[in-house]
């Protein structure tokens, strides 16, 4: 991946206005990676007071689609399967790792991790993506 499509995806995701609404940070991004964190804060709770499920699928989802576009090309979520393992503390710092695993001219899968800053794994995704083949419109 090139430093020129990094860059554009670090300035893509900070003036993205969901990625704001939950200060979902873009630490990492390659061919087929990307690493998002998120904080733990108490408007993501639930009626439990735990995380809402609602909250870690948007910082999943943020990783999934920034690894899933790495290539340079236009690709859309066709399925994700979420498993949650444990609850998130209050206040802590998550982060979502997306990994590709599998790469076709029409598809890709990618498997998504969500850990604390304590290596806790919390959820686990696998995703699924059509890749349409279109050039990224802000690339």
């Known amino acids: ?8 995806f670090h300035s893509r995701i900070k003036d993205e206005p969901f990625a704001k609404k939950f200060d979902l940070k873009l630490l990492e991004i390659g061919a087929g990676y990307s690493k998002v964190k998120m904080t733990f ?8 007071g735990m995380a809402h499920g609602g909250a870690l699928f948007a910082l999943i989802d943020e990783a999934f689609e920034t690894a899933s576009n790495s290539h340079g090309t236009l690709a ?8 949650f393992f444990a609850p998130a ?9 997306a990994i590709e ?5 029409k598809t890709a899968t990618y498997e ?5 800053e304590h290596d806790t794994l919390i959820a686990a995704c696998q995703a699924l993506v059509y890749r349409k083949g279109n ?5």
Do not use: C, Y
């Open 41 to 48: 804060t108490p408007d993501m709770e639930n009626m439990f």
């Open 76 to 83: 859309v979520a066709l399925n994700m399967n979420v498993t």
């Open 112 to 116: 998504i991790k969500v850990r604390d």
């Open 101 to 105: 695993i599998s790469l076709t001219r």
């Open 1 to 8: 991946m090139d430093e020129e499509l990094k860059q554009a």
């Open 135 to 139: 050039p990224l419109p802000f690339a």
């Open 89 to 97: 503390t209050p206040g802590s710092v998550l982060s979502a790792e």
